[in-house]
Each structure stands twice: as C-alpha cells, then as structure tokens.
C-alpha cells in the first residue's frame, strides 16, 4: 500500500512537471497551432509548421526587408557611382574630362544639395586600365574618393599635397607595377574613382578659380610621356545628370558595381546582405520575374524611409540647437558616422540620400577652416517647408565665418537646387542682399516678392516642399560655442 501511495505521488510529480513545462512553452509564445495577423497578412500554422503559403509570404517578405536594407546601407555607393556615370558621360564624354561649373551650379543640374556659390569641378576616374595620373596646381581644394565615397587623397592644405600641388598617381586595386618616383600615391580600393575640386569667388567672380582648375591634367601613367589633351566641359546652364533612382534600376546599378568591382570593398555582412537578393561578387545580376517585381518595391520602399529617416529623423544628436529648428546634415559629427563607436547607417543614410562628399574636410571642427553645414526643412513651428506659402528668416549680424556663409534653397524630392524663375535660389553673402541697420539680413522665401524684397528674396513653386542649407565656409569660434545662431524660418 505505502509503496503504490510512492508511485501516485511520483506520478502526480511527474505530470504536474509536465503541466508546468507544457506552461512555461506557452508562455514563451512558440506558435503551435495558430492563425496569426500580421503587416505581412494572416499567417497559418499547424503542429508548429508554417503553411505553403505562409511561408510563402514570410519568404518575400524576408527578401523586401533585406532588399530595403541593402539599399540603405549602399545608398552611398550608387550615389556616387551616379555622379561618377553622370560627369563620365557630360558633354563629348570624353574619357580624361573635367566638368567645371563655370558660371556655377543652377537648377539645371541635377546633382544632391549643389551650392550656387563655390565653383565646382568633377571628373570621373576609371582604374580599370591602370594607373592614372592627376596633375594639381597649388592651393586647390578638393580629393579623390573610391566608389564608396571614402577619401583616397585630400589636396590642399591639410591634403597629402599640403597645398603645394603636384602629380597624383592613382593606382588600381591590386596593383603590383612599378611606381615611379615624383609622385604623391593613392591606393584606390575600387577601380572607378570620383576626382572633386571647389573654388571660391574673387570680388563676385569665377575667374580666377576656373582658371586654376583649369590648370589640371588627368591622363593614364601609361601616356606619361605625351600626354593627351586635356578636356574641358563647361557644366554651368547644361542638364549634367548625377542622381540616383528610387526604382529597380537602383539595384541593377549596385548590381553592376557588385560585379566588377573587388567584392572587399564591400563588408562582409553587406555582402551576406546583398547575396540574399541575388547580387553576388563577380556574378551578372539577373533576377527572375518574381525578385523583379520585390526588387521594385523594395526600392520604393527604401526611398520612402530614406525620406523619413532624413526629413523626420528622431536622432536626439540631430539638433544643432535645443529651441530651434535647425539640424546638422553630419550628425555626430564624423564624416565616417562612427562617433559613437560603430558606424551608425541610419545617420549615413540620412545624409546620403539628400548630400554627397562624406570627406573628412566637411565636418572637421577647426576653426577659420574647412566648412560647416547646417539644415532644416520645417518652420518655426515644426510644419515642413511648403512652396505655397510666405515665410522670413533673419539672419543676425557678424556672421561667424572668415570666408562667406550662403543660404540655398532644394527641391524636397529632387534634394537637386529648385528650378524656379531664378537662376539662383540662394542668399549669399556673394549675391549682395540688404543688410539691416543693425547688421542682420532679412531672407523672404515665398511664390511671390514681397513688395521691394526682391533683393533678399527666393522664389518657392506652390505644391513643392524645400529645405535650406546654410553654409558656414571658415567658421568661426561663435558657430562653434554657439554664441552665434540663426533664427528660425517662420511664417508670415
């Protein structure tokens, strides 16, 4: 008797330990038998196995998800192989062009947040026949960066040239010639390369920077000893075409970058990434029917969030000033996004998908060098911009810059300089606007002047949202301590 009282205790131990594991399964959730709702639709699953369906649908979902990705995290890269295509193929499409903005940037350009007072230079580089060499003068400003938009080499004074001009010599990837001496050296990762130079004005005139710019030689190290013509495409007034798309045509455009160029200079979890949408190094990118049509909306849907995540970030690092509206276009401050330790590719995104030129140069905090930028795209009480309606900005007096400070206004789904009536939609310190007694600038933004504002004023398009950039070119120590800042835009 007392041995079977044992055993029914045992027992009852033992089924009670059931019951609670059978619980503590239960509690953790795992789908057994179960018909769930879900943003990918209604899920079914029986004994714990997904339906034909179901699975399905959770397959293309995983491949919109990594496909979306995939096109944030190389938004960078197509970007700037679009700039790279797009000055390649300017003008006679000539292989050792530099397309120079002569008479400056305007809205003919299509080009990510361009500034319509600092002349520009750009040329398209390909390694893909060997080494090229790049003659610089003294004192330009500017580098080479790979296809990835990492500096290679920086030129000017705080370049590998120190400002003193000479030969550049890229090499391609991999390679194992002879260097000759003389030259400054730059190991390209990738086998295409985007050559940048800027300029600044000279009593309101380009001259002289298209002069020195113009003074530039790009030729392969091959041709060293008779080196060809250098040519020459003026892009000012022309439609040069350098952005990228937010359709399927984004990943045919990595896709061939993926083929072509070394898979290194792609990290080894974007190449996990990009293998599971059917972009693999050294292979053509050919997607059926049904990847196509994922692809499409992955694209758009990498779009829309690119646009939520730089038009309504919530980074609490984004904000240059507590009470006001204004952002930094470099949050945290590196040109690399690894101010907090990693590198953080939401805040590259933001950045890429509205700008380009991640150099170093462009968020160094030096005072009296280099440039600063800051941006908004709301009012005074948080509205986003609307071409329809009237607005002002003052500008308080003694800006904190050594060279000039501009305000440029941008086509919101563009990010290219609005196409207005005016050639130029910017304020500059260079346009000569009317300075208030007290030494601010008063800025009008609306579809129509105000009554004798012509001179401070920037046409906006009814139906068009726009964001402004301020530049800072040398800033100064109140920009830095924020001594100094700009109001709000606000409605009028």
């Known amino acids: 008797m007392l041995q079977r009282c044992k055993l029914t205790v045992l027992i009852g131990l033992i089924l009670m330990s059931t019951q609670a594991f059978a619980q503590k399964e239960v509690s953790n959730d795992w789908i057994e038998d179960a018909h769930l709702k879900s943003r990918y639709g209604e899920l079914d699953f029986k004994g714990g196995y997904p339906s034909a369906e179901?699975?399905?649908r959770l397959r293309e979902a995983l491949f919109v998800n990594r496909a979306v990705?995939?096109?944030?995290?190389?938004?960078?890269?197509?970007?700037?192989?679009?700039?790279?295509?797009?000055?390649?193929?300017?003008?006679?499409?000539?292989?050792?062009?530099?397309?120079?903005?002569?008479?400056?940037?305007?809205?003919?350009?299509?080009?990510?947040?361009?500034?319509?007072?600092?002349?520009?230079?750009?040329?398209?580089?390909?390694?893909?026949?060997?080494?090229v060499v790049i003659e610089v003068p003294p004192k330009m400003l500017g580098g080479v960066s790979d296809i990835r938009q990492a500096e290679i080499i920086g030129i000017g004074p705080g370049g590998m040239d120190k400002?003193?001009?000479?030969?550049?010599?890229?090499?391609?990837?991999?390679?194992?010639?002879?260097?000759?001496?003389?030259?400054?050296?730059?190991?390209?990762?990738?086998?295409?390369?985007?050559f940048g130079v800027r300029g600044f004005q000279v009593d309101g005139s380009t001259a002289p920077a298209v002069a020195l710019m113009k003074q530039t030689r790009i030729y392969p190290l091959s041709a060293a000893a008779n080196p060809p013509a250098q040519a020459f495409f003026n892009g000012s007034g022309q439609r040069v075409d350098t952005l990228f798309p937010d359709n399927i045509a984004f990943f045919d455009e990595l896709g061939r970058l993926v083929q072509d160029e070394p898979k290194a200079i792609f990290t080894d979890p974007d190449r996990f990434a990009m293998a599971n949408v059917g972009l693999v190094s050294g292979q053509p990118f050919q997607p059926d029917a049904a990847q196509k049509k994922l692809l499409a909306e992955a694209a758009q849907l990498g779009g829309a969030y690119a646009r939520v995540n730089g038009f309504d970030s919530r980074d609490p690092a984004r904000l240059v000033y507590p009470d006001r509206k204004w952002e930094w276009t470099f949050i945290g401050?590196?040109?690399?996004?690894?101010?907090?330790?990693?590198?953080?590719?939401?805040?590259?995104a933001a950045f890429a998908y509205s700008a380009i030129g991640m150099s170093p140069a462009m968020a160094s905090k030096a005072v009296g060098v280099g440039s600063q930028y800051i941006w908004t795209m709301r009012d005074a009480d948080g509205a986003y911009l609307d071409g329809g309606r009237d607005y002002h900005l003052r500008i308080p007096a003694n800006v904190p810059v050594k060279d000039f400070w501009s305000v440029v206004v941008y086509d919101a789904q563009t990010r290219s300089l609005l196409r207005t009536?005016?050639?130029?939609?910017?304020?500059?310190?260079?346009?000569?606007?009317?300075?208030?007694?007290?030494?601010?600038?008063?800025?009008?933004?609306?579809?129509?002047?105000?009554?004798?504002?012509?001179?401070?004023?920037?046409?906006?398009?009814?139906g068009k949202g726009w964001f402004t950039i301020m530049r800072f070119y040398g800033p100064l120590g109140p920009f830095f301590d924020k001594t100094w800042r700009p109001e709000d835009i606000a409605r009028r």
């Open 421 to 462: 009536g005016q050639k130029f939609p910017s304020i500059s310190q260079y346009s000569g606007p009317v300075v208030n007694a007290d030494g601010s600038v008063d800025i009008w933004f609306g579809p129509v002047a105000p009554a004798g504002k012509e001179k401070n004023w920037v046409q906006t398009v009814p």
């Open 54 to 56: 179901s699975a399905q």
């Open 69 to 131: 990705e995939v096109y944030l995290a190389q938004m960078p890269t197509v970007s700037w192989y679009s700039v790279w295509k797009g000055t390649q193929q300017a003008g006679q499409a000539k292989p050792n062009q530099l397309v120079i903005w002569e008479s400056l940037m305007d809205a003919q350009t299509l080009l990510l947040t361009g500034n319509t007072e600092t002349v520009y230079g750009l040329a398209a580089v390909d390694l893909r026949n060997g080494p």
């Open 163 to 194: 400002g003193q001009g000479g030969k550049v010599l890229l090499l391609p990837p991999g390679y194992e010639g002879t260097v000759p001496q003389g030259y400054l050296v730059g190991h390209s990762p990738s086998y295409r390369a985007v």
């Open 333 to 348: 401050g590196s040109a690399t996004w690894d101010a907090q330790g990693y590198v953080n590719s939401d805040r590259r």
